[in-house]
């Protein structure tokens, strides 16, 4: 089976490219590498340049690997980054995904396209309406989660529209080792680590840590994405999640609980978004009762394995 993995050498990339190996040895897995990024795909994957932003790029690079199965994870990811650029947010993850499918649709073939959307699309549900379920209406409050909305719905109509087999995964949080430090439980396990070390002085800097999440290990996430590939029903869309609420503050809790350094907790103004979510949580059923996904691992370990790989990436520098 030909495999095409865009954002392959982002954070879910590589535990996909990974898991795919160990599910299916027989797998030709290629990934779609931006060239003026210097990430580097994993070692087993086979690298293909392109931009999401250019379709000729992408129609040469879906030409060369001729994939059976593409899994669109590429994006512009940070929440804060688009109120800066919400420009260049919308050019990456709508027009980008529309560049992707065009593409796709070149290749005149059967193309089961798996799409990374996201639960912040939903927008700030009522605490009474969830979990929520894939049934509730698109109300975007980031420039981000715009732009997300902007390309589930393209991708749905891509499927109704042309016919392309198109599957969009709605992900909720989700952290893990080598997640970058500008996500909320790896700031904190990033900040914790250098304090440990006596690179920073011992003031962890925080933001909002009311708001409540739903997180799923990133392990659980690369699993999901198979199933959702192989088992999954074209043209549908599925949360992807724990359904477990958490709030910011339990997460901290628990990652300084397996520090033995001691440290003051600082709001910092810097870290308050303008629109917050209070409560997201959500409702995995649909896609558990397609595809048998369940997410196994507790979060209390994620963390623990999160902070431990900072600390080694420390210990490395």
Known sequence: MRILITGVSGFVGPYLAQHIAEVDAEAEVSGLVWAADPAQA?????????????????KAALDQTRPEIVFHLAAASSVAGSWEHPGRYLEVNAVGTVNLLEAVRALDRDVRVVVSSSAEIYGAVPVDQQ??????PLEPLSPYAASKAAQDLLSAQYFHGYGLSTIRLRLFHHTGPRRPPQFVASSFAHQIARI???????????????AIR???????????????ATRGIAGDAYNVCSSRHTTIR?????????????????????RLRAADIPYLVGDHTRFSDTTGWQPDIPLVET???????WREELSNQ
């Not at 739903?214 to 959702?228: E, H, P």
């Open 131 to 136: 979990p929520i379920t894939e049934d509730a």
């Open 214 to 228: 739903d997180f799923t290990d990133v392990r659980d996430i690369a699993r999901a994405y198979w199933l959702a």
């Open 250 to 270: 339990r997460v901290l809790e628990v990652l300084l609980a397996h520090s033995e350094v001691e440290m003051e907790v600082e709001v910092d103004p810097d």
């Open 196 to 210: 440990e070390r006596g690179l920073d002085p011992p003031r962890l800097a925080v933001g909002n840590l009311e």
């Open 303 to 309: 963390l623990g394995d999160l902070l431990a790989w």
């Open 42 to 58: 994993p070692p087993s994957v086979q690298q293909v340049e392109g931009d999401l932003t250019d379709i000729s790029s992408l």
